[in-house]
């Protein structure tokens, strides 16, 4: 079975078509700048395929891939008739999806309705179906949400300490994200450990989130009613007192609009050090031996970074009660050793105790156990996989 698997953000579009007879990736690709421009690029066994060409909307990018998969250049797909199913990224399912689901009216109508819960990104979700319904009628589509994976948290998890209606009518509360990172994390560690254990769960790229997985069910999550709040990340400023948005305001003039996009696009690690929101410009300077304000606010937002991370580490630690493992996934997680050590660095008391020999020398994007031998927690670092995670939800409800 070949299954597309489909991430559509706000002007791109990510694909994968995996073979799911030996999880093999076929082929993978980008469409950047829609609406703008254009570039669509390909690899595919290691050879790369670059190819500008306009792309006003999203179905118009699904026909630049649709037409490129056609087109007998990618060995293993002769045509569009070697894809068995659609797989698709959907940003929210709020309360309404527990679960994924196969994409059918009744669903899509679900999805629109939750629009105003992720108003940048569902829209861009929604468009991505919507094309591949038009170019490729009768392919079974699937919706994986980013969500459903936190949708076990218990309600004194969930609930903001506002009035009962901001939650009854309007159904503000903590949702989570990063949801197929975690769960596929989750179901990892679950083979490594042999168990349905608890688990801390530490997905950290330019955003960043971490999970609290009990017997194999999330039961808390960083991420809240948006990917804003919780931990700093490489342009959202996380947690902080939300009375400041007032002074903020006033003194710059902005209106809530602008705010939003200050808090979203213009704050953590880039805020902060003023230099970048990628965290390797930040490490590059941070960790060399430059001496002056940039390199200061560098280390400084780092160490900020770093702390939060820490923080969370052991609010999740205290709500779990025991903890048999964490793992660091993500482009951070996974690649960043000096990141994971300053991170870990004084947890020796709650029985976490980093091996910094293992984890220096541990492969960039590899598996590994980094903890020492007598830690009581075992601490891993696992590449993550979401398209997989898609993949397999597209397959179980599709067979």
């Keep these: ?16 078509v995996i073979d799911m007879k030996n999880d093999e990736v076929i082929t993978k690709g980008l469409c950047e700048r829609i609406g703008i421009d254009g570039v669509h690029t390909n690899k595919t066994n290691g050879e790369k395929y670059v190819e ?11 026909k630049v891939v649709f037409e490129y998969l056609d087109s007998g250049k990618v060995p293993g797909i002769k045509s569009l008739k070697d894809i068995n199913a659609i797989g698709h990224r959907v940003l929210h399912g709020g309360e309404l999806f527990d679960d994924s689901a196969l994409i059918n ?35 079974p589509q699937v919706a994986v949400f980013d969500t459903t994976f936190h949708a076990t948290m218990p309600d004194y998890a969930y609930r ?16 989570g994200f990063h949801g197929t990172s975690h769960k596929f994390i989750a179901r990892e560690l679950e083979k490594l450990e042999g168990k349905k254990g608890n688990f801390i769960i530490c997905h950290i790229g330019n955003g ?22 919780g931990l700093m990340m490489g342009t959202r400023c996380g947690d902080f007192d939300p009375s400041a948005i007032e002074t ?43 001496q002056s304000e940039r390199a200061d606010a560098c280390r400084l937002s780092l160490k900020m970074h ?18 048999d493992a964490i793992c660091f996934t993500a482009g951070v997680g996974e690649n960043g ?53 898609i993949a397999e939800d597209t397959m179980r409800l599709t067979k």
């Design 248 to 290: 903020i305001m006033d003194k710059t003039g902005m209106n809530i609009h602008d705010i939003v996009n200050y808090m979203n696009k213009k704050s953590g690690l880039l805020g902060v050090s003023g230099i970048s929101g990628d965290m390797r410009d930040v490490e590059k300077i941070a960790y060399s031996d430059e």
């Design 105 to 139: 009216d009744e669903t899509l109508a679900k999805i629109e309705s939750l629009v105003p819960l992720g108003p940048l990104h569902q829209p861009a979700n929604i468009a991505g179906i919507k094309g591949c319904e038009e170019l490729l009628p009768g392919v």
């Design 160 to 175: 903001y300490g506002l009035p009962d209606e901001v939650y009854t009518k309007w159904k503000i509360r903590k949702y």
């Design 52 to 62: 500008e060409v306009p792309m006003p909307n999203h179905t118009q990018a699904l």
């Design 306 to 323: 770093e702390y939060r991370v820490k923080k969370y580490i052991g609010a999740f630690y205290a709500a779990l009660g025991t903890v």
């Design 208 to 229: 960043a989130s971490l999970s609290a997985v009990k017997n194999g069910k999330c039961i808390d999550t960083t991420m809240g009613y948006t990917p804003l709040e």
């Design 1 to 16: 079975m070949k299954i597309l698997v489909i991430n559509a953000g706000s002007s791109s579009l990510k694909y994968q």
């Design 337 to 389: 050793p000096e990141y994971r050590e300053g991170v870990l660095d004084g947890l020796e008391g709650m029985g976490i105790v980093l091996d910094k020999k293992k984890n220096k020398e541990l492969k960039r994007g590899t598996a590994g156990v980094i903890s020492t031998d007598d830690s009581k927690v075992k601490i891993y670092v696992l590449p993550t996989d979401e398209e997989l995670m």
